[in-house]
């Protein structure tokens, strides 16, 4: 084993409460890359590269170059001097291989340099596409306000010594370990070199930035995957990201195939033959060659409800979506339909599990909420619903199957907002259905088109319900025409 083999195996990622478990740099990455790989195979939608703007084997390439690459910042003096506090072992081989842990620690400064922030400099450095490594950058769920180029000369670059320390040795070593975790995450990920990466759109880094947190916060729970013993440095376990998988045990993504609903599937879905209206409805729906936002204005008790769902399960088959958001104004609304949502939720579960959430700041209070199962059941259940812990954090519920709501968990996607790739990731992957657009006020129409911008930029098809005679309203046709200016 050479130098930069040594350093490599000796780079911290992460530590337990004692010096006796850490997790090495290049396993976390490891893990990182096979989690994503599962992810790509059993979690998404077979239209979501798309929604990237990629073809799928490329999409999955680079997700899973960007997984095996994002934690390459914390291959930088100030961070791995900082971890080493608590694993001297592997500091003093660090130090034993060729890094000069000189550098005066001072917690405000080494919080200039993050290392989701480090990392995109450090990509940028090596020359991978600035609209990739912004992804890198991003992975802790705020990009960087700006970056600088670590080719500057040495005065130029601020906070440099928590980069290389103040060892101009270090220089040398340190680039050549970046250069090596980023050839090991070309190959692993199947490009030949880094000209092969693709470059992608604003739209596509925020999903690309969602599913990249979503595969590090899998990959650093610890129940999923252990840290290991300090003596540990090359672990050959191929089967930790299996056995992760099996072990979160998500339910198999929703596919529904009926682009065409008869009235006998109408009635036997809902109970009752659709009214004109409705079926005239999901006939220009069914008609549709390229389905976007759709508004249906009816009067009370014409059934928007129904209509709304019937044409989901249309728009999902067509577009190949996985789920359907259910957005209303309050969570009496919200509550109040849950019931029909569920309902209807069953009928889609007859033969998989899938998963559902109430996504609103009372959803705890809902008792027909809290008594639905928890996790795929052991034995066989009279429901095919059911809760999943690892959705039950609010920035993640929308990742769920099946989502009723308050329609500002919709609208958050216009905010800068910690995280809100989780939310894009979630949204882009299903039909929206919007009720009552009609009692949004102005503010919440700001919000609204920025939303439906983003959505149409993801081909997320939309469907907005509104009460009679609201469809003139400004507030209501103005933001839903923004669904085809995208992002």
């Known amino acids: 084993m050479n130098f930069t083999e040594q350093i490599l195996y000796s780079l911290m990622a992460k530590t337990g409460k004692n010096s006796s478990e850490w997790l090495p740099l290049l396993q976390h990455l490891q893990d990182t890359a096979d989690i994503m790989s599962c992810l790509c195979d059993e979690f998404l939608s077979p239209s979501f590269a798309k929604a990237c703007g990629l073809e799928e084997n490329e999409f999955k390439k680079l997700a899973i170059f960007l997984a095996a690459v994002h934690d390459i910042g914390k291959a930088i003096v100030v961070f791995q001097y900082k971890i080493g506090d608590k694993l001297p072992e592997r500091k003093s081989a660090l130090e034993a291989s060729g890094i000069n842990f000189d550098v005066s620690y001072d917690k405000e400064k080494a919080k200039q340099t993050p290392h989701a922030f480090a990392g995109e400099e450090i990509l940028n450095l090596l020359g991978c596409p600035e609209c990739v490594s912004t992804v890198v950058g991003s992975h802790h769920g705020v990009p960087a306000e700006s970056v600088q180029d670590l080719s500057w000369p040495q005065e130029d670059i601020a906070f440099y010594e928590n980069y290389y320390g103040r060892d101009k040795e270090n220089i040398e070593v340190l680039q050549d370990i970046w250069q090596t975790i980023f050839d090991m995450a070309l190959d692993y990920a199947g490009f030949l070199d880094v000209s092969e990466l693709p470059d992608i759109d604003r739209s596509s880094q925020m999903l690309l930035s969602g599913m990249l947190i979503m595969a590090d916060w899998l990959a650093s729970n610890t129940e999923l995957f252990p840290l290991l013993s300090v003596e540990d440095l090359k672990p050959d376990d191929k089967l930790r990201a299996e056995r992760a998988w099996a072990k979160l045990d ?30 005239e409805v999901l006939k220009i729906v069914e008609n549709s060659e390229n389905p976007g936002i759709y508004i249906f204005e009816a009067p009370m008790g014409c059934g928007k409800t129904e209509t709304s769902l019937a044409a989901s399960e249309i728009l999902a088959s067509k577009c190949g979506k996985n789920g359907v958001f259910f957005g209303l104004p309050t969570q009496a609304t919200a509550n109040g339909i849950f019931p029909r949502i569920l309902s209807w939720a069953e009928k889609q579960s007859t033969e998989l599990y899938h998963s559902v ?57 216009a905010l800068k907002r910690k995280h809100v790739m989780l939310l894009h990731l979630g949204l882009s992957e299903k039909v929206v259905v919007i009720d009552e657009v009609h009692a949004y006020d102005a503010y919440m129409s700001e919000y609204l088109e920025m939303a439906l911008q983003w959505l149409g930029s993801y081909n997320t098809p939309c469907y907005p319900a509104v009460g009679n005679a609201a469809l003139s309203k400004t507030n209501v046709t103005c933001p839903c025409l923004s669904w085809n200016k995208k992002v």
């Open 250 to 279: 998500f339910p198999q993504m929703w596919n529904t195939e009926r682009s065409v609903i008869s009235n006998e599937d109408f009635k036997e879905t809902f109970g009752f033959e659709p009214r004109s209206v409705q079926s």
């Open 357 to 413: 959430q109430l996504n609103h700041g009372s959803a705890a209070l809902n008792s027909l909420f809290q008594n639905i199962q928890r996790g795929i059941p052991q034995e066989e259940s009279d429901s095919g619903l059911i809760i999943h812990n690892w959705f039950c954090d609010s920035k993640k519920a929308c990742l769920a199957d099946f989502v009723t709501a308050t329609v500002d968990q919709m609208l958050m996607l």
